[in-house]
């Protein structure tokens, strides 16, 4: 287990010796358990671990950004001199400098230990469950993981974060005469089986009235449509979230830049900008990428 907040004093100290303004490390360590179906089977387990280390530097009133895997300690060393010299190309910021609050909110409900602890009995005991709802159907294919991310943030002006969350997603293409998705995603055990559960219902529902048209044409019209908190995560974020990230604004490449206190969707819309809500897909403590 390689000591995160020593790699992060070293970078700083190194980048001080290298000249940087101020440097901000981030650092992530992640654990994913998956297995794959097949015929409603399991067909082999996977575990993955891995360690990832980000930074950012500002030189000259420019941002430089470097990443790459933490393979061994001292692999910070060449991705902070690829940082530095990757400023030199970075787009001038004045009055950027990083975080220098010791404060910060704490998001509820973004880490379950069953999840982080759950092992190749757990996993197929999980499956077991789960699929005694899709009764008769068959899942041509799927594949269940469960994450642990772990992130580190340190940088020059002395703040330091780390928090720890967890990750469920199920996927699978159920098969039995015709085809049909399911795609859910939480951050806690019970709450992926509630969902599970409500999906394979709906799937039975629609594959059992799917039969049941005999090739009949159904009629067009129009209706309203729920979406599942996982389909709209993933909606906004291939729309606007990039838009609409930090990033973009700080270096002037988000089309809304000029356009901060204006309407720029349909008022049928609210769109909460805020990383600390319980349970949320993408909620988060600390803003761990920028």
Do not use: Q, W
Request: charged share 30%.
């Amino acid at each position: 287990m390689m000591d995160k907040e020593k790699i992060a004093r070293n970078a700083i100290k190194y980048s001080e010796e290298l000249g940087a303004k101020e440097v901000e490390i981030f650092i992530s360590e992640s654990k994913t358990n998956s297995f794959f179906i097949e015929n409603n089977n399991i067909t082999n387990f996977l575990k993955n671990v891995s360690n990832g280390i980000g930074i950012r530097v500002i030189v000259d009133n420019k941002i430089g950004f470097s990443y790459g895997n933490l393979i061994k300690e001292s692999d910070y060393k060449k991705i902070l001199r690829r940082a530095i010299f990757l400023s030199k190309y970075g787009s001038l910021v004045e009055n950027f400098g990083f975080s220098k609050s010791k404060r910060r909110g704490v998001v509820k409900d973004i880490y379950d230990e069953e999840i982080e602890n759950c092992d190749e009995i757990f996993l197929k005991k999980f499956f077991d469950e789960t699929i005694k709802n899709l009764k008769n159907e068959r899942i041509a294919f799927g594949r269940v993981r469960f994450s642990t991310i772990e992130y580190f943030i340190f940088n020059s002006n002395g703040f330091k974060a780390s928090e720890k969350s967890t990750f469920a997603t199920f996927y699978s293409n159920v098969l039995n005469s015709i085809e049909y998705e399911i795609l859910e995603k939480a951050r806690r055990i019970e709450d992926i089986k509630k969902m599970l559960k409500m999906s394979f219902e709906n799937a039975v529902t629609h594959i059992k009235n799917y039969k049941e048209m005999n090739s009949v044409i159904p009629k067009k019209k129009n209706i309203e449509a729920i979406l599942s908190p996982s389909v709209l995560t993933e909606l906004f974020i291939s729309t606007l979230g990039y838009s609409l990230s930090g990033t973009s604004f700080v270096l002037g490449n988000s089309p809304f830049i000029k356009r901060i206190g204006e309407k720029i969707a349909s008022e049928k819309i609210t769109i909460i900008d805020d990383g600390t809500l319980p349970k949320g897909l993408g909620s988060f403590s600390i803003d761990h990428e920028g």
